[in-house]
């Protein structure tokens, strides 16, 4: 099996590494781990299980210490989800990451500051006082909405999809994901075009001044075969185009 993708630190790096190489390679890695089960894979399926397992990869895309995951714990585990594709299941359900109960603006996000396993945080006021008076340095690291739409309609679809993207464009983070599935190819460049003027319009800013990264992963509901997994990548605001993720086949 090959190491999970993880935003680690590289060598001589102080901070892990969410730059826009890294949500490449994680857009690579998270495409590349579905197409080798696509043989297994039932689209006719319901998709809160993609949801569920797309959740659960970028949990574990999270570095292990010092980021939260937040985002609502994993359905995966603590019931049975119906006819879940075992094809995926090496793809570890990690609710023990997926810590919070629900989500919070978004599906997903990878933050630093603070955690709900510190012992202080039922405490009320004493842990906001506590925290907010030392050198506090709040910052969402990523975050992520998945939306599969609806399958057939690609008007439907579409709009599902463009409206939960919607949220990040205000939202400041280091990475941005959407994860979606379209119907068609004319689908996804009609998508493709909205996510161009999304990336445009993003003004936000990390915490040290950088512009965000925008991440689109596409798995279609048709065939693979016809429409193979791929993505884009991009910088927020003025800049060259999207970057093509190809899924290797």
Known sequence: MDEPFCFKKTEGQDDFDYSGDAAARAGGAFLQAFWKRKSALDHAKATPEWTETVLDWFAEAAPQVDVVVDARRSKRGMRKMPSFPEC?????????????????????????????KDPQYEKGHDFWERAYAKEAKPEALLVLESEFGRQRNEKANSHRVLEDASKLVALAARVKVVVFGSNTRAEQQRIKGVAELMRYQDRTVTRDGDKPTWLWLDLPWCSWDELPPSGWVGQAGEGPAFRTIACRT
């Open 88 to 116: 995926l299941a090496e793809i570890a359900p990690r609710f023990e990451r997926r810590i919070g109960t629900a989500e919070c603006m978004v599906d997903l996000s990878h933050h630093r500051f603070l955690t709900y």
